[in-house]
């Protein structure tokens, strides 16, 4: 339990608190590079005075809680808050320790469906206002689209950044983020961790890949503004740009090592910053750090997330960005290498973040922020400095007004007939075909009407249907094939691969799902003994387009950049001929046999009836 001593005890009224706040949405600066001071910050500064000192230090945390209510979870959500949190319930956790924030998880069973969400965010936004100088809470999540999302169906689901990124359109990029943004705000959900700038130049990159734009730093920037706009438009919700200063090179994840980025300075100025410059440049409303060491930037071996050079020098101080910082989750490996859970958050805050988000232990990060202050090693005033920063994001999202949703919101706003359609017409737009030769695509029903959709089925996305072979062979069907799903695995056994060939006989065609594959795989095997079968063979790339260099027999291959329903659907479409493909790389893809020769280029994608 967090330590509570110390601090004002002045109480006023909730009243007091919400009159003084009143109207500060309207006056508080609105994009640009910086928030220049207004007389709204003398009011948000008179809040600030009369918080305590605990308070203070609840503030610029972001934790996350188990349960899908804010006062009645479920029993086993309600062990794993006292075993993880020390409280049962999301109610308790606000009332204990004043958090600023809190961030909605699947696995945490915050997002079991929208008008569950809107009911949880609610519930939490009652129980911080009914404490004494009870502030409105900033809710979060990571809905990037793709292969990372909280909210899942009925919501709507986009295509991820690397396919958005393929579609070229910075006009479907800003409509993904309007729309997505209106209805997470349906659901309480203020501030989202998307998008993300990295700029992915490794194929081997394990954590970022498809979820990144793409390999070219001004076509990155310009779909990170664009979406960007769609989602703060009209203030709707917080966008979040990460994860700084660039996490696109890197081998190592960092959720479970330390990556190392080897970029001179030069090669940061102009491969990682550009995106995070047009962030900026946009109004982007905060900015997430990388646990992640780039000795050309801050030679310390400290992670950028506790580097005072790289946050205060270079974001705040070169790029000019005045808004809000918030880590990325304090639980993760590269971050707690070479510090203890109790050094990490008063490192972080040092350095020049605002937001703690997720550490592993929020009582010793709390305390240990809470004796730094007591101690003269931080100083109250380094503290405020942070609040009022988040005291401003809260205002310019109207939070202070409007704190509350409802389910009438939810149900005209959220997973609505003309937002699914939208989804899908953007998808459509993203599919990049790699490879068609003799015109095999797109397939005819009256030629090829029976299809064996076979391949990888790894976990679905959050809120999708799944697996990727059932969505695929259901698409078909509903298009006038007589489609099969087999799943055969991301690593088939010879016997699934007999399986799966035998069946291939029964077929006029075959479609293969194909996820991560290397010289080593499987799956090679698996699509070379099909191709022996002699049946028309269609692979698609579920996740990262450079499976094609290891499938050089592939008569046909399209590049889905996700496995979710929405990227499926389109592709199943493409594959049809309902829809002719027009995606086009956005990464280069090497050839398997030597990486420094490119196979397919930036920019290559193949249209019917031009091969």
Known sequence: MPDTSTGNTATPARRTVLAATAGLTTALCVGGAAHAATPDDRKLRALIARMTLPEKVGQLFVMRVYGHSATAPDQADIDANLKEIGVRTAAELVAEYRVGGIIYFTWAHNTRDPHQIADLSNGIQRASLTQPRGLPVLISTDQEHGIVCRVGEPATLFPGAMAIGAGGSRTDARTLGRIAGRELKALGIRQNYSPVADVNVNPANPVIGVRSFGAEPAAVAGMVAAEVAGYQRGRQIAATAKHFPGHGDTAVDSHYGFPVITHTREQWESLDAPPFRAAVRAGIDSIMTAHIMVPALDDSGD?????????????????????????????????????????????????????????????????????????????????????????????????????????????????????????????????????????????????????????????????????????????????????????????????????????????????????????????????????????????????????????????????????????????????????????????????????????????????????
């Open 303 to 611: 992670p950028a997330t506790l580097s005072r050079p790289i946050l205060t020098g270079i974001l705040r101080g070169e790029l000019g960005y005045d808004g809000v910082v918030v880590t990325d989750s304090l639980g993760m490996e590269g971050v707690r290498t070479k510090y203890g859970d109790d050094r990490v958050p008063v490192l972080a805050l040092k350095a020049g973040v605002d937001q703690l988000l997720n550490p592993p232990s929020l009582d010793i990060a709390w305390n240990a922020v809470l004796k730094a202050v007591q101690s003269g090693e931080l100083t109250e005033a380094r503290l405020d400095e942070s609040i009022l920063r988040i005291l401003r994001l809260k205002a310019k999202l109207r939070l202070f007004e409007e704190p509350y949703v409802s389910q009438g919101g939810v149900d005209r706003n959220v997973g609505t007939p003309s937002h699914l359609a939208t989804a899908d017409r953007i998808a459509e737009r993203t599919t990049t075909l790699l490879v068609n030769e003799g015109a095999l695509l797109p397939l005819s029903r009256r030629t090829h009407p029976r299809v064996l959709v076979v391949g990888a089925d790894p976990a679905s996305p959050s809120g999708t249907t799944g697996p990727p072979t059932g969505v695929l062979a259901a698409a078909l069907t509903e298009l006038g094939f007589t489609a099969t799903p087999l799943s055969t695995g991301t690593a088939p056994s010879a016997a699934t691969i007999a399986k799966a060939v035998a069946a291939a006989r029964e077929a006029d065609a075959v479609v293969v799902g194909t996820y991560n594959v290397t010289a080593g795989s499987a799956q090679r095997t698996l699509v070379e003994q099909l191709l022996a079968t002699g049946k028309p063979v269609v692979a698609v790339a579920i996740r990262n387009p450079y499976d094609v260099a290891h499938l050089p027999g592939a008569p046909a291959y399209l590049a889905a950049y996700s496995w979710t329903d929405v990227e499926l659907r389109a592709a199943a479409r493409v594959i049809a001929g309902r829809v002719a493909p027009r995606g086009r790389l956005p990464v280069p893809v090497q050839r398997a046999d030597d990486p420094t020769r490119v196979l397919y280029p930036v920019g290559h994608g193949l249209s019917y009836g031009r091969n």
